[in-house]
Structures are given as C-alpha cells and as structure tokens.
C-alpha cells in the first residue's frame, strides 16, 4: 500500500496540471444541479429535468456547455419580456407577410348617390315658372302610352285642353288617367316612360295659351 501511495504520488508530482484539471473535472461532475447523464448529450426529457432543477433552486440563468452541444436556460422578468416582445414581433411580421400576399383588403371607393328623380324634376320644373306643371297625383309608375305598342299620349307641341289625358300612373294594379287640367302646348316633360313617380311631382310642363 505504501509503494502504491508512493506512485500516485510520483505521478501527481511529475504532471501538477493534470492532477489539478482531473479533480476540477471530478468535483463538477459531482455538482447536484446538473444530472449525469447531461455531461455527454442532452434531449427534451433532460432539458425539461434541467429546468426542474434550476426553478427547484431558485436560480434566474444556467448555462451548461460540453463538447458537441452547448444548452442555456434562463428564467424570470427578463427573459419573460424578451420571450414576450419576440412573439409579438413574429405575429407583427406575420400579419405584415400575410397582408402584403393578399392585397389590400380594403380600399377607397368614392361613394355616388344619384339624384332623387322627384327631386330632380322638381329642381327643373322651378326653372320654368312660367309654366303651368301638371305633378302626379298619387304615388304610382309613369306612362306615357296606354300600351307599350300604342302612340303616346301627348308629345313635345302637342296641344291640350282640361279633359285631355296626358299618361297613365299606374297604382296597386289600378291604371289612372290623368288629365291636364288646363288648355295651352306641352313644351316639358320631365319623367321618362316607366319610371316611379311620387306625389307631387311634376310631369309635364304646359305653356298656356
């Protein structure tokens, strides 16, 4: 037993760096935190083990390095807030990718509302004061003819005394004469064949004679 002391002795006093590495080696083997088997590789059963180990401690970071891998972990406020701001950043871009891919989703169209066709008529029929306007008496569709292949009732220059009908507003089914109620020429005519009338509105402008 002395003569083996003896050697080990020799050897630790020939090679003092090697001894002083091999029992650095020994006594981080020997550290609590880390399993045995991470010294060589590491997979995800260890990894999750690992970070057991470091929240079981208390510890913020660990970082553990071998020959062919290289793993850290670390844990609190700052690296929640890091992990956080990195998510977000990766959606942003995402939704950035994505957007630019489809197109623009939505887009300005200029917005054109007609004018109201009573409205219209009426604006029209303001201009002609000095005529006598025949309007519609009841909300209904314009005619201008008995019947689509018949002539019309009255034209631009036509003349026309109180008894003469003028068209046909056509109401629940019902066809409703309308006469012109005052004698001279048909110089306006403000609505087209077909078209929906409201009450009020004028038809047909008459110069009196």
Do not use: W
């Amino acid at each position: 037993m002395a003569d083996q002391d003896s050697k080990q002795a020799d050897i630790v006093s020939a090679n003092p760096e090697r001894a002083e590495r091999g029992r650095h080696d020994r006594g981080r083997r020997r550290h609590r935190n880390v399993p045995r088997h991470l010294e060589q590789s590491i997979n995800l059963d260890e990894l999750r083990e690992l970070v057991g180990l470091i929240t079981e401690n208390g510890l913020t970071q660990f970082e553990l390095e071998r020959e062919g891998f290289r793993v850290k972990v670390g844990r609190g406020p700052t690296y929640e807030q890091a992990a956080a701001q990195a998510a977000l950043a990766g959606a942003e871009k995402q939704i950035t990718s994505g957007a630019a891919a489809a197109g623009p989703l939505v887009q300005s169209v200029p917005t054109y509302v007609p004018p109201h066709p009573g409205a219209q008529a009426e604006e029209a029929a303001s201009e002609d004061q000095d005529l006598q306007i025949i309007t519609a008496p009841i909300v209904g569709t314009f005619y201008r003819a008995p019947s689509p292949t018949a002539d019309s009732f009255v034209r631009i220059g036509s003349q026309v005394e109180s008894s003469t009908v003028v068209c046909i507003i056509e109401a629940m089914k019902l066809m409703n004469e309308i006469q012109a109620e005052t004698t001279g020429e048909v110089v306006k005519i403000y609505v087209e064949n077909g078209q929906a009338v409201e009450y009020g509105q004028p038809l047909f402008g008459i110069k009196q004679q």
